[in-house]
């Protein structure tokens, strides 16, 4: 091997040591996109969500969703679907803070944030998230899961859609109309 083609290879692999290092220090500002409630909706039989000293629960009875203690409102089937199909699907984002002190600042202490508990069947907790509002950025919100310190961004906003008021869930249910289209049999 020449002269020249070892000094070669000794910069190729001193290239290839340098873009390793980078890749390894790039990757810690990556952000990553995890879901924070369970991935299998059929599982979960019960949430509850709370603000302040308001609080809802809504109740999976069979196929049908209800609100506890509310046996005049039937749920609202559009609430339902985005609950599921928005809430329950959003993922942290961008890690903003992993010091308890700053929780009052982003909402998501015991005593400022929304919080979210879903449980199964057996009514074990599946997940505690504690959600707030973002000042700066109405697109996103913060959010804690359970006891963790560390503070998120949220891919979307969702907290609009976490109301505690029974009305925001359920409506009065529709009078039943009288078939008027029955034959008359009798024979007049």
């Known amino acids: 091997?020449?002269?020249?083609?070892k000094w070669v290879l000794i910069g190729l692999a001193v290239l290839v040591g340098l873009y390793l290092i980078n890749l390894l220090v790039q990757r810690q500002y990556t952000t990553s996109s995890d879901l924070?409630?369970?991935?299998?909706?059929?599982?979960?039989?019960?949430?509850?969500?709370?603000?302040?000293?308001?609080e809802i629960t809504l109740v999976k009875a069979g196929s049908e969703w209800q609100?506890?203690?509310n046996d005049s409102l039937v749920i609202r089937k559009i609430r339902i679907d985005n609950l599921f199909d928005k809430v329950l699907k959003v993922k942290r984002e961008t890690l903003i803070s992993k010091n308890p002190e700053k929780w009052e600042t982003y909402s998501v202490d015991d005593s400022t944030g929304t919080h979210v508990?879903?449980?199964?069947e057996d009514g074990k907790e599946i997940t505690h998230v504690i959600l707030g509002r973002s000042k700066s950025d109405w697109s996103h919100n913060y959010i804690?899961?359970?006891n963790s310190p560390e503070v998120y961004l949220t891919n979307t906003s969702i907290i609009y859609m976490l109301n505690t008021r029974d009305t925001y869930w359920g409506e009065k249910p529709k009078p039943v109309e009288p078939d008027t289209t029955a034959v008359d049999t009798s024979g007049s």
């Open 144 to 146: 804690r899961v359970d």
């Open 67 to 69: 609100i506890s203690g």
């Open 1 to 5: 091997m020449t002269k020249n083609m």
């Open 117 to 120: 508990y879903v449980y199964d």
């Open 36 to 54: 924070v409630f369970p991935e299998n909706p059929d599982k979960i039989a019960e949430i509850k969500i709370q603000k302040g000293d308001d």
